[in-house]
T-cell receptor, first 115, second 115 residues
Framework: AQTVTQSQPEMSVQEAETVTLSCTYD???????LFWYKQPPSRQMILVIRQEAYKQQNATENRFSVNFQKAAKSFSLKISDSQLGDAAMYFC????????????FGTGTSLTVIP | DADVTQTPRNRITKTGKRIMLECSQT?????MYWYRQDPGLGLRLIYYSFDVKDINKGEISDGYSVSRQAQAKFSLSLESAIPNQTALYFCATSDPEGGGQDTQYFGPGTRLTVL
């Protein structure tokens, strides 16, 4: 099974500043998809951003962007102009097209936004 | 109205009891999933179904069973609940043909406590 590692259990950022959350994964596949999900205290899982491995261009969604380094198997999330509503648990996920399209999740990073 | 709903939202039960968690979706997706979330472990796949006649075991299926009653309904059962099944349970759906890279859309979660 693929392994997804989030090495930062907790992170904090000042409001309006930028923070980067790290994610690495282990795979022998060449074609796959990567996702970041946000889980606020309401516990709802919300899609933040997604990236196709065959695309070299990094995905961007408003204040959220990724740094996808395929060779290094790294997929970090950058949050710019952090807002109080960004405080949540963030999960990195890998989707494998070769194992029934199963998703593999990291253990999460808890982000605190300091006013 | 929510696209993916789960009932109940919270449940406390006793060891040895049979319990069913239900999931319904109005997204029209064929694929449905059950995950459990434990602190520090992220989300782990229990079972998944790609259509009404298709049921597959995930990473941690022991102690669980599922039923896909219709395209829109996917139930998870614990035949004889035990305390280490205390967790947050999520249902999710996805559509591989929808242009969203088979992105998973989650329900609000069911918090289950087994005493």
């Amino acid at each position: 099974a693929q392994t997804v590692t989030q090495s930062q259990p907790e992170m904090s950022v000042q409001e309006a500043e930028t923070v980067t959350l790290s994610c690495t994964y282990d795979t022998s596949e060449s074609d796959y998809y990567l996702f970041w999900y946000k889980q606020p205290p309401s516990r709802q899982m919300i899609l933040v951003i997604r990236q196709e491995a065959y695309k070299q261009q990094n995905a961007t969604e408003n204040r959220f962007s990724v740094n996808f380094q395929k060779a290094a198997k790294s997929f970090s999330l950058k949050i710019s102009d952090s807002q109080l509503g960004d405080a949540a648990m963030y999960f990195c996920a890998y989707r494998s097209p070769n194992t029934g399209n199963q998703f593999y999740f990291g253990t999460g990073t808890s982000l605190t936004v300091i006013p | 109205d929510a696209d993916v709903t789960q009932t109940p939202r919270n449940r406390i039960t006793k060891t040895g009891k049979r319990i069913m968690l239900e999931c319904s979706q109005t997204k029209g997706h064929d694929r449905m999933y059950w995950y459990r979330q434990d602190p520090g472990l992220g989300l782990r796949l229990i079972y998944y179904s790609f259509d009404v006649k298709d049921i597959n075991k995930g990473e941690i299926s022991d102690g669980y069973s599922v039923s896909r009653q219709a395209q829109a309904k996917f139930s998870l059962s614990l035949e004889s609940a035990i305390p280490n099944q205390t967790a947050l349970y999520f249902c999710a759906t996805s559509d591989p043909e929808g242009g969203g890279q088979d992105t998973q859309y989650f329900g609000p979660g069911t918090r289950l406590t087994v005493l």
